[in-house]
């Protein structure tokens, strides 16, 4: 099963790290792989015994013991931050969620605080995040996430995917968990507008899974898909595999995100390396990951993005024209060899490699 | 900086394919003018593109070749996006269309077409990165052939300015993908081998600059071996491929020689990509030295090019200068030009006219002969002249290192 964000991320610096010589270790509170060791985050006092040792923290939700931990530590410390989805937009759906995010939230000052080694950002957004909280300038280092489009670039496409969907109709693609900052209800009115002007057979593709305790924001994207009498055109996947991702991508003609908060979408990245044109709205860390190889607009309309889809659906050139905007931006911005030189010159700047 | 680059897929003295011939022919036409380096990948063989030739530098005959592993090459995998392609495009065709029009365009996305060319092989990420950091030590880089990953994303490497693409486009299936269109409209311009390529060209990627340079070839008389080749032939050159046409070729002989008993021959060089029949009547040579294969060319009753795949069709050419006439499918369009214009021979496109044909001219020695001459004529009027093909390819390098645009580079 194709792995989240922040796991890529973990295994992407633990490989360049071994590779350097290091003895890397992932620890967590909770751990659902069995491809990956990972020990129980307990265990991280007794591994990181010299002072000379580093703890990489990948922070992206509030919990006390990563707090405790990068206070309390003896060795060198480094955050990585993902950013953390603000509370408000659980309410209604999960407690938990709503807890976990409000305590992240407010930890964000305790952590900028806590005067770590190093602060990584995934994106300026988050960066601006810690800064305003008081973070040292000078230990402050933009690192987007390590991901997986080299795999993605080597598995063969899912055949059963392809054939359902390479089929003439415009797909619009969305990747990404299905949570309640991703904007869905923005895409399938976007949708619905697109089909009900230009064109009917239209289809929405949304990649990704439903995290336990959000039930109820599907449920209530559902009943808007009803609403507007689209069941047959919007089209949930669930979790998905490497090559059905990679089927997916293939597949899209368009990538859409209307997010109202990111703090980098790794989906932008790969919709760039695969070379399909993104339409967007201009939201957190959005602008800056996908710079000028996309359509972004400043409003979150149902009707621009709509109009955004029909231009380019008539313009086979200026589609093809983003195609390799975004191509080349992942080359020259975001391949894990570049985000593996900014990781290490980061550590370099603390002596740390 | 005196320097031109030619890319192509493949380069070695025994390999026989059309594009890798044009390349090292645009080589030796330039290299009195220019450093030439062939840019190429350290593949043989079309099936696999695997990694036959060492990697690094070959000088040969003042020509620098440069090699680069392929780091994709093709497998089944590539098969089955192929049979998928087919597959889609047969949903899009439109009956009875000419040339360049045969099909609708293709519900394929630009991501998924690129999976398709990169995965045909042969694709090398050192020779991209070459290109990306070196191409501005040429005067100009010369593509060559669309179809490849050397070329596709070779485009996109370079800035428009000093990139120049020799397509050698026919109409073939993959030629409606729609990304070789916006990758060729990344060159500077287009030197094509013929009016017929451009028409096609013109059709499938529309207006783009460019000029018909064409190659000259070797047009020195040969003399028939009368020892050797006592019975009559008709001769095949060049790969033994499908794709060539040649099972039609096999499966017309063979019905031919039922019907028409005779001592007539089919005689074939080239490499053998599928088995050759065992027949009596056909007789393969296996690769055979250029001095062998115009030797045959000048003692044969008539050449014959069934392949429907051919944007300029040297063997064909070749074998006009050689006083051999013509009997060509018509489903290409160049080949249908070189037959009319010259009048050097005559076009099938079933068995009835491939039969009739052959029972025409086998029994007119008189008329075989004569359309042997103005084929030759025909050859030495159009493709015989080394300085004029330099001329024009002069004048394309020139153009690039002249232009000042830097179109394709822009910062993002």
Redesign the interface.
Known sequence: MNADAISNDLYGMQQVLAEQGHDVRLFAQNSLTTEHEIGPATEIKNFLASRDDLLIYHYSMGWDFGLDLVRELNCRTAIKYHNITPPEYFVGYSKDYENVCRHGRLQIKDIAQANCDLYLSDSEYNSWELLLEGVDKSKSFVVPPFHQVDNLNRV??D?AV?DSY????TNILMVGRVAPNKGHATLIRSLAVYRAEYDPDAQLLIVGRVPDQLETYAESLQQLIQSLKLEDAVIFTGGVSDEQLKAY?????FFMLASEHEGFCVPLVEAMA???PIITCASSAVPSTV???GLVWKERSPYLLAESVNFLAND??T???L???G???YE?SFTNEMIATAFLQALASISCI | MNRVAIVVQRCHESIVGGSESLAWHYATVLREIYDVDILTTTALDTRDWANTLPEGRQSRDGVTIRRFHVTQGRTPYWSSLLIRLYRDLDRVRVPDAEPGARFAPLPWTIGLQEEFIRTQGPYSASLMRFLRERWSDYRAVIFTTYLYPTTYFGLFEVPKRVALITPTLHDEPTAYLSAYKYAARRARSAIWLTEAERRVGLKLWGELPGTVVSMSLDTATRQRDPAREERPYILYCGRIDPNKGCIELFNYFIEFKKMHPSDLRLVLTGKDDIPVPDHPDVDFRGFVDDEEKLRLMAGAKLFVMPSGNESFSIVTLEAMAQRAPVLASGVTEVLVDHINESGAGLIYRDYESFAGALNELLSDEARLAKMGEIGRQYVMAKYASPERVRNLLLVAVESCAEAISTVGTGSL
């Open positions: 063969a496409p055949e392809l390479v089929n003439g109709k991508y293939l597949a899209a003609d695969m070379k399909v710079g000028k190889a086979d050139a589609r093809a024209a195609g390799v905007r191509r080349r931006r020259r």
